[in-house]
């Protein structure tokens, strides 16, 4: 069987490998990308940009409730889901040409399949095999059902089945109180659907700062929690928990996520992983020399925009370019309504550290864009300090768009600004990203 030689190949065309493809395509590297279903991965096709298309539509729908305030008068105004779809799908196709175009602008082929390694330089896809000097596993993850009695029922969906789902029933169950479950609660949430959350988790969003958890749930409508109850069963009609029963018409299955390590050939390396991910360094490197891991493969963040990263580093560090991967200052976004964005030290974990910690807090109404874009809702900032050298350790948002104004908080902290630092910087007026120098300056 003859082969094919390239200088990299990139199993998976998700954000990571497609990011890393278009790097070292425009680097002049011949590059292979290999992907068993459709270009962008599970964020563009499944999760990432159908969510957002089907928030936008449905936060649209909300904002008619108080369009009066504004001076706008509605009437008659109803959700029509099939063609929130439409437009839904409409967005995917012209994100996954873009991806195509992209691809071939670099020169960068594409081929269509189920990757198999059958040593560290070599895949296999169908019956042709192709060789590479360097080898980036970019296989992602999948969305994926607990073990439940009665998780096979027909009204038992993942996410990706979903977005797919033609007609909303008026109440839907979502097992799990993650990222992902609070974007689809508030989407379901904002257009009239009745929503349950049954999570094992004693507390909402663990990771995240618990004044802006406070806020949320001062602000989420429509949704009821049920934490710290375990699942027992599910039945036709309802979701039965250690201490209650869910009536239950839809059932989501958002808490399970499966990292993509099997049926790619990896026993047939001495690959350092298992059923977490694959174990990397800061460059990406796996132990196998040649062979590098990026995005959710590695089980350390399941963020596109991680994987992004990760794929930008990978091509640095093939192209022999210094580069490494800061985990510490990835964004962490939670796009329910409002938006939760965050970047480094929460004030537990800072003080868990041993730092010495001043905070300030701010609500959002300091702030004159936000008065004149929304209507009667909460916001907050809140900034973690080291206190004895004045350095941010961590800045915490939640409000309309706070995502869009997280990326200068990171670049904030990738330099080690101080209090002073920021206060030299001229943040456009009025916008909302202000309240972050508005917060520091408070102390």
Not at 82 to 88: F, H, V
Not at 153 to 159: D, G, N, R, S, Y
Request: some cysteine.
């Amino acid at each position: 069987m003859s082969e094919t030689h390239y200088d990299v190949i990139i199993i998976g065309a998700g954000p990571g490998g497609y990011t890393a493809a278009e790097r070292l395509g425009a680097a002049g590297k011949e590059v292979l990308l290999i992907e068993r279903a459709h270009l962008g991965g599970l964020c563009l096709n499944h999760g990432c940009i159908p969510t957002k298309a089907l928030l936008a539509s449905a936060k649209l729908y909300a904002s008619m409730e108080t369009a009066a305030r504004f001076g706008v008068v509605v009437e008659n105004v109803r959700f029509d889901w099939r063609t929130a779809l439409t437009r839904k799908r409409g967005i995917v196709t012209m994100l996954r040409d873009g991806v195509a175009y992209q691809m071939s602008k670099r020169g960068v082929t594409v081929i269509n399949g189920a990757a198999q390694f059958l040593n560290r330089y070599t895949i296999q896809v169908d019956q042709a095999r192709y060789t590479a000097d360097h080898i980036i596993i970019a296989t992602g993850s999948t969305p994926s059902k607990p073990a439940l009695i009665g998780v096979d029922l027909p009204h038992v969906l993942t996410t990706s089945e979903l977005l797919e789902l033609e007609t909303l029933p008026a109440q839907v169950t979502i097992l799990g109180a993650d990222a992902t479950a609070l974007v689809i609660a508030s989407i379901l949430a904002l257009v009239g659907v009745q929503i349950d959350i049954i999570s094992e988790q004693s507390v909402l969003l663990p990771d995240i700062d618990a004044d802006l958890v406070n806020t949320l749930k001062l602000e989420l409508k429509g949704i009821n929690f049920h934490l710290n109850t375990r699942v027992l069963r599910i039945e036709r009609d309802q979701v039965v928990c250690a201490d209650k029963t869910v009536p239950s018409t839809l059932i989501i299955a958002v808490s399970e996520r499966t990292l993509n390590v099997e049926g790619v050939g990896f026993e047939r390396l001495d690959l350092d992983y298992d059923r977490h991910g694959v174990n990397i360094d800061d460059q990406m490197r796996t132990n196998v020399p040649t062979i590098y891991a990026i995005g959710d493969v590695t089980g350390r963040a399941l963020w596109a925009h991680h994987a992004i990263r990760g794929g930008e580093v990978a091509a640095n560090t093939i192209l022999g370019v210094p580069d490494r991967m800061r985990d510490d200052l990835v964004p962490t976004v939670i796009y329910s309504v409002p938006e939760i964005a965050a970047v480094g030290l929460t004030e537990n974990a800072a003080k868990a550290r041993g730092y010495l910690v001043k905070t300030a807090r701010l609500p959002m109404t300091s702030s004159g864009r936000f008065l004149t874009d929304t209507e009667g809702k909460r916001g907050l900032c809140k900034v973690v300090i080291d206190a004895q050298t004045e350095r941010i350790l961590g800045v915490h948002l939640i409000s309309p768009n706070a995502g869009e104004a997280i990326s200068a908080a990171a670049a904030m902290l990738a330099d080690e600004f101080r209090i002073n630092d920021v206060a030299q910087l001229a943040f456009p007026h009025p916008t909302m990203s202000e309240i972050l120098k508005d917060t520091l300056l408070s102390m």
